[in-house]
């Protein structure tokens, strides 16, 4: 299992939408600094943890929308969520391989991702 894609938008240092996609398998993350690599840990903490944007969005956005989606890939995806305290999270698996997570703009809480 890993994460093959996350979308940003307003969060912290990344300006407006923007999308990453990642490989399965070990990605760096290398740049000066300032330039937004923890940020991509701390939006992965966001929809874990936070239930306002306060502190999350990007300076002078603060009338704006903050949002981050991530799209978890990988053949044991399934099997991985029977796990008890990972039960929770099954609503959000799209096949049997793919789950995406993001905040909801209104509320800011982890809500299931439908298309």
Request: charged residues 30%; hydrophobic residues 35%; glycine residues 8%.
């Amino acid at each position: 299992m890993y994460i093959s894609k996350m979308k940003l938008e307003n969060f912290k240092c990344f300006d407006g939408k923007k999308e990453l996609t990642f490989n399965p398998g070990v990605n760096y993350f290398v740049g000066n600094n300032n330039c937004g690599k923890t940020t991509i840990f701390k939006a992965i903490e966001f929809l874990r943890t936070a239930k306002t944007k306060d502190g999350w969005i990007t300076k002078g956005k603060e009338d704006g929308e903050v949002s981050v989606e991530i799209t978890l890939e990988g053949e044991d995806l399934a099997d991985f969520l029977e796990q008890d305290d990972l039960k929770k999270f099954r609503p959000y698996l799209i096949d049997s391989s793919k789950l995406v997570m993001g905040t909801s703009k209104n509320s800011y809480l982890l809500t299931p991702y439908f298309k």
